[in-house]
């Protein structure tokens, strides 16, 4: 499965930083 990571990444042009700092924003939900 992919990683939260992977997925921005493959579906964005999104900076690492910024792929970085959705995955910290988006995990609050998530766990």
Same mark, same amino acid.
Request: charged share 25%; no cysteine; proline share 3%.
């Given at each position: 499965?992919?990683? %939260?990571?992977? %997925? ?15 995955? %910290? ?5 998530? %766990?």
């Amino acid at each position: 499965m992919a990683t %939260l990571s992977e %997925l921005l990444r493959g579906r964005t042009d999104l900076p690492d930083h910024d792929v970085e700092w959705l995955q %910290l924003l988006v995990g609050d939900w998530q %766990l």
